[in-house]
């Protein structure tokens, strides 16, 4: 799968939403699905680039996209359950969500966490996933074969000194995967996880400042992983934690 070759019509006449679609990996999985047919709902919170990533869509020849702007750090129930809303009256479907957008949070030592950034980061990295999939579940189980797809990390996977916050919500975000994906085994939903690994994001400049970009994989190099687990060839695979950069998974992983 990770050398996956994705049809050219693998994703035509889908719907997927993209959170964090402004920049990083989710720009690059918004521009690989609209090159294989879908019609991408791009959700960020800075305008200009979802606006962007609209016109390069276009550029590309994709269907039309639609654009979200929405700050996760403010979002409530009320704003998701009025997108999910929205999206049935405008496109009457929903065939996949792919869950981009984290907040990285100040790596340190456990006793320095502040309240303040402790509930930032679990308001952006796992309340906002909780709700807007408690809203959007509706119409993804009456879409045939629809897809949600998390976004973990290796931190979420073992636990590595001073990554606090960040480190924790993505270990929730595997449990709320697998729970999930249990409640929904016969249902036509599947639901996963992708770890990104190290990948040249400004989420990761951040995280490792001293590093050289020249060494980590583009998004647009791991591609073939978000592009198989929208697509109707993962049809089976479900509660899975997938790795992007398997070769990779030990190399202090991030996006």
Not at 64 to 88: R, S
Not at 135 to 160: C, D, F, M, N
Not at 189 to 210: F, Q
Request: with cysteine; net charge negative; proline share 5%.
């Amino acid at each position: 799968m990770h050398n996956y070759q994705a049809a050219a019509d693998l994703l035509n006449n889908k719907v997927i939403l993209i959170t964090g679609a402004g920049d990083g990996i989710g720009r690059q999985a918004a521009l690989h699905y609209g090159a294989h047919g879908a019609t991408v709902v791009l959700l960020g919170k800075t305008v200009s680039k979802l606006e962007a990533v609209y016109d390069e869509l276009l550029a590309q020849g994709s269907p039309e996209p639609a654009i979200i702007p929405l700050d996760l750090e403010g979002a409530t129930k009320d704003h998701y359950q009025q997108m999910a809303e929205t999206l049935k009256q405008q496109f009457g479907q929903l065939n996949g969500v792919l869950f981009n957008a984290s907040h990285l949070s100040v790596l340190g030592p456990f006793e320095m966490i502040g309240e303040d950034e402790w509930d930032k980061v679990m308001q952006i990295n796992l309340r906002s996933q909780f709700l807007l999939t408690q809203a959007l579940l509706p119409l993804l189980k009456a879409t045939e074969h629809a897809s949600i797809v998390y976004t973990s990390s290796g931190v979420g996977k073992q636990g590595r000194a001073y990554w606090g916050p960040y480190a924790i919500s993505k270990f929730a975000t595997e449990g709320m995967m697998q729970v999930l994906a249990d409640e929904l085994s016969n249902t036509q939903v599947r639901v996963n996880c992708i770890n990104p690994g190290a990948t040249r994001t400004d989420m990761r400049s951040r995280a490792y400042p001293g590093e050289d970009p020249a060494t980590l994989r583009t998004p647009e190099q791991i591609m073939p992983l978000y592009l198989y687990l929208m697509g109707a060839d993962s049809r089976d695979v479900r509660g899975q934690s997938l790795d992007a950069q398997p070769d990779k998974v030990r190399s202090g992983s991030t996006s």
